[in-house]
């Protein structure tokens, strides 16, 4: 298993940025997809946006798309999501998990696990 600790949230106004963070440890982080999925009050999880292992696969979800980057450094284990022009309802908590399997690619929630404990981003208006 590999353990992930999402941090970089944060209160910010309509428009600001934030820049979200999944440092790993554990397994072989490398060799995994990394997803960032959000979670609102009573809602499901969504996806926001995922990275394959080696970075040359990069998905958004059409409400993040040409505001949000994902991007990673596997030297240092971390994966980051970078969030410009943020929006009121981007207010969620923030997870972020590695894929099921060595070179696996999804962008759904079952295709992932090893959740972090979650940041929580508040986007006021």
């Known amino acids: 298993q590999v353990q992930l600790v999402e941090s970089g949230g944060g209160l910010v106004q309509a428009g600001g940025s934030l820049r979200l963070s999944c440092a790993a440890s554990g397994r072989t982080f490398s060799f995994y997809t990394v997803g960032w999925f959000r979670q609102a009050p009573g809602k499901e999880r969504d996806f926001v946006s995922a990275i394959s292992w080696s970075g040359a696969r990069t998905d958004y979800a059409d409400s993040v798309k040409g505001r949000f980057t994902i991007a990673r450094d596997n030297a240092k284990r971390v994966v980051y999501l970078q969030m410009n022009s943020l929006k009121p309802e981007a207010t969620a908590v923030y997870y972020c998990?590695?894929?099921?399997?060595?070179?696996?690619?999804?962008?759904?929630?079952?295709?992932?696990?090893?959740w972090g404990q979650g940041t929580q981003v508040t986007v006021s208006s």
């Open positions: 998990g590695t894929g099921r399997g060595i070179y696996s690619y999804g962008t759904h929630p079952p295709d992932f696990d090893s």
